[in-house]
């Protein structure tokens, strides 16, 4: 008997096969990040394609003008208790803009698992804006579920400067969270395919980081 009809036999007495048992894990991702810093870039990254629209600004209108949200199951990604299992991201994409709790809620009703600070190495300034962001959707306990990404890393490399250097040498606000967002800081280099060759390490960062947290997700605050 070939493993077909086994399944079918075993469904139709009440068992579940493999297939049937194996493990879905949802997270809900959240991107924070200034215009042109390679936000929907990390997006596009963490599912693996080219879902997300990225591009220039044409007169300082921002190509993200609203909330997108994109999702991508990825089979079998990894293990837990012994058993293979599925990881499905939900990523949400936001606007350079003021975000209501109350919009985002309505995208992501069980909360937001990793919140990912967007930030272009070449780009760098004084404004924590973003800080406050998220601090006012979520509270202080937001740096416990935060991963702080730096995009266009080449750069880095083009100016002879090593990624521990330059985190000594940036902004005050972007070196205190690079210390204190849980998921650490993370490099990536523009001139790789990110969906194929950055995306996988990314989102194994991502889910060594939902795991310290247990998988618990962040509650938005209301308005």
């Keep these: 008997m070939d493993d077909k009809h086994c399944g079918n036999i075993l469904s139709w007495l009440g068992f579940q096969t493999r297939e049937e048992q194996q493990d879905v894990l949802v997270l809900n991702v959240l991107l924070l990040g200034e215009r042109q810093s390679g936000r929907s870039s990390v997006g596009n990254a963490l599912i693996g394609g080219h879902e997300f629209q990225t591009g220039t600004s044409v007169s300082g209108v921002p190509v993200t003008a609203e909330l997108g949200v994109r999702s991508r199951k990825f089979s079998a990604f990894f293990r837990r208790q012994g058993a293979e299992s599925d ?17 985002l809620q309505e995208l992501c009703t069980d909360g937001v698992h990793v919140v990912v600070v967007v930030v272009r190495v070449d780009q760098l300034n004084e404004n924590s804006r ?3 962001q998220a601090e006012s959707l979520f509270g202080p306990e937001w740096r416990d579920h935060a991963m702080l990404v730096f995009t266009h890393a080449d750069h880095l490399g083009e100016a002879g400067l090593q990624p521990s250097v330059y985190l000594s040498q940036t902004s005050d606000w972007l070196r205190t969270l690079a210390k204190e967002a849980r998921g650490g800081a993370f490099f990536l280099d523009n001139n790789s395919d ?3 060759v950055r995306g996988r390490p990314l989102r194994d960062k991502l889910l060594q980081l939902s795991a310290k947290n247990h998988h618990k997700a962040l509650r938005f605050r209301p308005d």
Excluded: E
């Design 194 to 196: 990110w969906p194929s």
């Design 130 to 132: 973003l800080l406050h």
């Design 87 to 103: 990881l499905m991201l939900r990523v949400m994409d936001t606007p350079p803009t003021k975000l209501r709790p109350q919009s």
